[in-house]
């Protein structure tokens, strides 16, 4: 089975295709000892910022985490764990999903009517 993500290009540009005007692409950071690994971070809704990570080369396995406060990361969200994802285009999705979810539920109904109008 062809993976869903050969390189952090393509992962950059599954996650702007998955979540267009609602995310803004921050970085890309490659891993010094292996340039196979890496990540690429984006803000979504403005409000929340997110690693999506190439975890394992050959890019067998990815993985999303949140930046929070005090330089801490999660990749729990709404009771999925993010660290292990196959990298298929059936896993991704579903991963991207959670996170939408997650985000959408932790920001008010007011703000997101107005950002899904803007």
């Known amino acids: 089975m062809q993976p869903a993500v050969s390189d952090l290009r393509e992962l950059r540009n599954m996650v702007q295709q998955y979540f267009g005007t609602k995310g803004r692409y921050l970085a890309t950071k490659r891993d010094e000892a292996d340039l196979n690994r890496g990540s690429v971070r984006f803000s979504l809704y403005d409000s929340f910022v997110f690693s999506f990570v190439v975890a394992e080369f050959p890019f067998s396995s990815l993985a999303i985490v949140q ?4 330089e801490e990361l999660s990749s729990r969200l709404l009771g ?19 996170v939408d979810r ?12 107005e950002f899904d109008i803007a």
């Open 67 to 70: 930046h929070l406060p005090g």
């Open 80 to 98: 999925v764990e993010l660290r292990f994802i196959e990298n298929d285009e059936g896993a991704l999705v579903s991963a991207f999903d959670v």
């Open 102 to 113: 997650y985000c959408r539920l932790r920001l008010p109904d007011k703000y997101l009517t």
